[in-house]
């Protein structure tokens, strides 16, 4: 069975970190650009960073340029985001999703962050 | 950047009732385009991708059209599991980015 299964969100004062993970199987990640997105409570979808397929070329909504980064770990077939400086505009559910050009498509359950003191 | 206008931003309509949501490009692109359904608390399902190809798995009353500008959702016979959010995305270039959203409400 496919499966994205996110951890690592929760509750963090303004100014700190969070690393999501988002753990594949039954599907090889590498193989695949995989994407961010998140939602803030009440609001619409917004993409925040996707990584491509070399695992190399990595792009940024502009409010996260700098202080989230996207990753993967081809041993652990698994996603990253970094978040650094964390505020609290950057609330929101973060979902991981994989390629959305391909036939197969999936994406996470999604992991609430939530910045606040 | 290209900025996606979806429209309308929320409608009601009646089961059995043929639905069509529309959105704009700020330019031109080719056919990275897709569309999603979303139900309150739930995940975000992928309905159509690139412009026409429909998701397996996703009822053939939807469909997807549209090329250069304007890209359109339609729900040819609603039913009332169709009752949701719908966005688009377009993957063409970075910064990917959604549209508002439609929220489709019963009537």
């Known amino acids: 069975e496919v499966q994205l299964v996110e951890s690592g969100g929760g509750l963090v004062q303004p100014g700190g970190s969070l690393r999501l993970s988002c753990e594949a199987s039954?599907?090889?990640?590498?193989?695949?650009?995989m994407t961010w997105v998140r939602q803030a409570p009440g609001k619409g979808l917004e993409w925040v960073a996707t990584i491509n397929k070399n695992g190399i070329d990595k792009n940024y909504v502009d409010s996260v340029k700098g202080r989230f980064t996207i990753s993967r770990d081809s041993a652990t077939n698994s996603l990253y985001l970094q978040m650094n400086s964390l505020r609290a505009e950057d609330t929101a559910m973060y979902y991981c999703?994989?390629?959305?050009?391909?036939?197969?498509?999936?994406w996470g359950q999604g992991k609430m962050v939530t910045v606040s003191s | 950047d290209i900025q996606m206008t979806q429209s309308p931003s929320a409608m009601s309509a009646s089961v059995g009732d043929r639905v069509t949501i529309t959105c704009r490009a700020s330019?031109?692109?080719?056919?990275?385009i897709a569309w999603f359904q979303q139900k309150p608390g739930k995940v975000p399902q992928r309905l159509i991708y690139?412009?026409?190809s429909l998701q397996g798995g996703v009822p053939s009353r939807f469909s997807g059209s549209g090329s250069g500008t304007e890209f359109t959702l339609t729900i040819s016979s609603l039913q009332p599991e169709d009752f949701a959010t719908y966005y688009c995305l377009q993957h063409n270039s970075f910064p990917l980015t959604f549209g508002q959203g439609t929220r489709l409400e019963i009537k």
């Open positions: 999703a994989s390629q959305f050009s391909s036939p197969i498509h999936y």
């Open positions: 039954g599907f090889i990640i590498s193989n695949y650009w």
């Open positions: 690139v412009v026409s």
């Open positions: 330019q031109g692109f080719g056919n990275n």
